[in-house]
């Protein structure tokens, strides 16, 4: 009998340390998928981010670096220049990418580096107990927005595929969402395109991914789903904002 599942060779058979209804497990098993498949396993690089997948090295059977808070897109760039033939990845959360590290991303994007970020938006800060985020939507609770976020107080939604797309150096930026099995397959979809970018020499890609946080949005996982397809999307859009296959 031909087996239709089974574990990727990348994915260490391992329980996580994320907490129930958390996508990050969804987009790491879609990673160890793509590696597989692309046979790219041994020259994969990847970054981990400090946040809530601070320990995405322990699940992921290749080789990887922790960068300091927001600096995974330097570490990259570093490391890419040294090794142009390796595959390298920086994966991040929204507080690690677009508060602390909003320099470093946009100044990589603007020079074309030739590597993949892959950016999970939970829209709170998850590993420090769910305070506001750049990306926390207007009127949504946080620990430290307890009245929800006002636009007078706290600013804007930071939407980052739409400040990148509009960057010379930028190649390929989209965003997606895991609340589905359409959107998860949709999702790995646009991760091969990434790689495929970085493998093809094309320059920067992103691939920005709307993921749940049932514990700090303090909903059931499935209302957690309901809260990005019906909320959250209208605030972040899913689709593809650049693509270097669709340009003159």
Request: include cysteine.
């Amino acid at each position: 009998m031909e087996a239709i599942y089974k574990t990727p060779k990348t994915l260490i058979d391992t329980p996580t340390h994320y907490c129930p209804g958390c996508g990050h497990g969804i987009v790491q098993r879609l990673i160890a998928e793509i590696i597989d498949e692309m046979d790219i396993r041994g020259k994969t690089i990847g970054l981990a981010p400090v946040g809530c997948a601070v320990l995405a090295y322990n699940y992921l059977d290749i080789d990887m670096s922790e960068a300091a808070h927001g600096r995974p897109p330097s570490v990259a760039t570093g490391i890419k220049r040294v090794h142009p033939e390796k595959i390298v990845f920086s994966y991040q959360g929204d507080g690690d990418l677009a508060a602390i590290g909003t320099a470093e991303i946009i100044h990589t994007a603007n020079r074309g580096e030739n590597i993949t970020v892959i950016f999970v938006n939970n829209a709170v800060y998850g590993m420090t107990n769910g305070q506001m985020a750049p990306t926390t939507l207007i009127n949504q609770k946080t620990l430290t927005t307890p009245h929800g976020r006002s636009e007078k107080n706290d600013g804007y939604p930071l939407r980052v595929c739409e400040i990148l797309s509009v960057i010379d150096g930028s190649r390929f930026i989209a965003r997606t969402s895991i609340t589905s099995p359409k959107n998860i397959i949709k999702t790995k979809q646009l991760l091969e395109k990434g790689f495929k970018t970085q493998i093809q020499e094309k320059g920067f890609s992103l691939i920005e991914i709307l993921s749940p946080c049932p514990v700090y949005w303090r909903m059931s996982s499935v209302e957690s789903l309901k809260f990005i397809d019906e909320e959250m999307s209208k605030t972040f859009p899913l689709g593809i904002f650049k693509d270097w296959e669709n340009q003159n």
